[in-house]
């Protein structure tokens, strides 16, 4: 059974810091490139940082760049997002996906909510 499993959001405050997980299980991981995406109420899901399957190409939302950093450990079947220097606007679900080829997965995401 496939599941992607997100933790560590959370509520926090401007300026402040979280590193989001998710582990996976139920197929290759370390075959798949892995993404965080996120969405905002009344908002489309937006691609938020991408690393590929061993880790050696990383890529980042503008928005981001310089704040957040996507790493993986493929011993540990987790991708982790950490965030640093939050703004509100960097509320949101943030989901974790995977995708080796023609097949892909969504957790189920976590609430990261940055306020003060």
């Known amino acids: 059974q496939v599941q992607l499993v997100e933790s560590g959001g959370g509520l926090v405050q401007p300026g402040g810091s979280l590193r989001l997980s998710c582990t996976a299980s139920?197929?290759?991981?370390?075959?798949?490139?892995m993404k965080w995406y996120r969405q905002s109420p009344g908002k489309e899901r937006e691609l938020v940082a991408e690393?590929?399957?061993?880790?050696?190409?990383?890529n980042y939302a503008n928005s981001v760049k310089g704040r957040f950093t996507i790493s993986r450990d493929n011993v540990k079947n987790t991708v982790y997002l950490q965030m640093n220097s939050l703004k509100p606007e960097d509320t949101a679900v943030y989901f974790c996906?995977?995708?080796?080829?023609?097949?892909?997965?969504w957790g189920q995401g976590t609430q990261v909510t940055v306020s003060s």
């Open positions: 690393i590929s399957e061993i880790g050696g190409s990383t």
């Open positions: 996906y995977a995708r080796w080829n023609w097949n892909y997965y």
């Open positions: 139920g197929f290759t991981f370390s075959s798949y490139e």
